[in-house]
Structures are given as C-alpha cells and as structure tokens.
C-alpha cells in the first residue's frame, strides 16, 4: 500500500524558516517525481514543487520561486520543501503528492503568524 | 499559465441522479508525446484528495464505473452517472501536461 507521511509542520513567525518531510513507502521511490500543493485554510488547490525521479528537473510556483527548495533522499524515501522567508499567504495544508500515479499524503498543516 | 475553468460552482443532487462537471482550459492540454493530461480529483469533506481520473478518460482501479471522462484539447467533463451518497464532496480538474501545474476552483458536489 503507498504511503505518503508529511511531518514538520507547526506555527512559524513571518521571515522565518521551516522544513517540511515526506516519508514514503510501499513502493519504489526513486522511480517517481515527487510534488507539493498546498491548501490555504477554505481554498483549492495549488501546486508548489515538483522534482523527478533522480533530481534532474526541478520546478518551481512562481508564488514561491526563490524562497522554497525541494529535494529528495532516495536513501531515505523521504522528500523534502525547505522553506524560507515564510509569509502569512503560504499558510496552508501542504500535500506530498505522486500526481503521475494520483497518491496523495494528508498534509502537515503550516501557519506563518508572528 | 494554464486557467482551469470548472462549471458550475456548486450541485445540489438527489441519490440516483445523474451528474456533470464542465472543465475549460485556456490553451490546449494536449502534449508534445500526444498525451492529454487532465485529471480529475475528488476531496471529501476533512479528507486529502483522492484520485478518480487521469488522461481524461481513464478510471483509476478502484474507482466505480459510474464515473467517467470526456473532452479533448480544451473542454473536458467529468460524469458521475447516479450519485451516490459517497460522492459528496469537491471535485477538481487540474492538468499536468504544461508547468506550472494548475488546478480548478472546484465543484461542490452536494446531496439533496
């Protein structure tokens, strides 16, 4: 069964930093691009980041461009969004997501408030 | 960037009947491998979302066939062919075919 576990998440001062893990099992990970979206409180969808399988492309929203790194341990199944000069509007729940196979985390909730 | 139009906002439907969810795409989806990648999505309520179509017509294995999906280029739709009580909740169409990836405002799907 594909598991896809987000942690990190918390309540964070506007300007500071904040580095979110996804844990993933159940099937061979380093065969997959890897994506963030997130949900503002009440809002759609939308897509942060994606990173292929090896790392070799990365994109980026241009909402966070600059600002958000993604990467990925295929030793570890484990993606990452380190996230930094964090500003109220990117509070929201963050979904780790195979959007190629259609699986979806249940989002560690981030919230930038001073 | 690619704008997901979704129509209409909201359904209010009984069990049984039939429903329709319109997605509009300003520029086509169709990609250069001839792939067209618009997908559709349903969260339900306090839940993450769960997969129901990709490529706009193929059902995922666990998805019952009264869903299904249609369209080409720009205009797609999704169709639940009786509702079920299990179906509440928000759809969403978004496209992977061109970055950034976008998605739908969503349609609320609810029960009568």
């Known amino acids: 069964e594909v598991q896809l576990v987000e942690s990190g998440g918390g309540l964070v001062q506007p300007g500071r930093s904040l580095k979110l893990s996804c844990l993933a099992s159940?099937?061979?990970?380093?065969?997959?691009?890897m994506n963030w979206i997130r949900q503002a409180p009440g809002k759609g969808l939308e897509w942060v980041a994606s990173i292929s399988s090896s790392s070799s492309y990365i994109y980026y929203a241009d909402t966070v461009k600059g600002r958000f790194t993604i990467s990925r341990d295929n030793a570890k199944n484990t993606l990452y969004l380190q996230m930094t000069s964090l500003r109220s509007e990117d509070t929201a729940l963050y979904y780790c997501?195979?959007?190629?196979?259609?699986?979806w985390g249940q989002g560690t909730l981030v919230t930038v408030s001073s | 960037d690619v704008v997901m139009t979704q129509t209409p906002v909201s359904l209010s439907l009984a069990i049984g009947q039939p429903a329709s969810i319109s997605c509009k795409s300003s520029?086509?989806?169709?990609?250069?491998?001839?792939?067209?990648?618009l997908n559709w999505i349903l969260q339900r309520p306090g839940q993450s979302p769960k997969r129901l179509i990709y490529?706009?017509?193929k059902l995922y294995s666990e998805v019952p066939d009264r869903f299904s999906g249609s369209g080409s280029e720009t205009e797609f739709t999704l169709k639940i062919s009786r509702v079920e009580a299990e179906d509440l909740g928000v759809y969403y169409c978004?496209?992977?075919?061109?970055?950034?990836?976008?998605f739908g405002a969503g349609t609320k799907l609810e029960l009568k």
């Open positions: 997501a195979i959007l190629g196979g259609g699986y």
């Open positions: 520029q086509s989806l169709l990609g250069t491998s001839g792939k067209t990648f």
């Open positions: 490529q706009v017509s």
């Open positions: 978004w496209q992977g075919t061109h970055f950034p990836y976008t």
């Open positions: 159940g099937f061979t990970f380093s065969n997959y691009g």
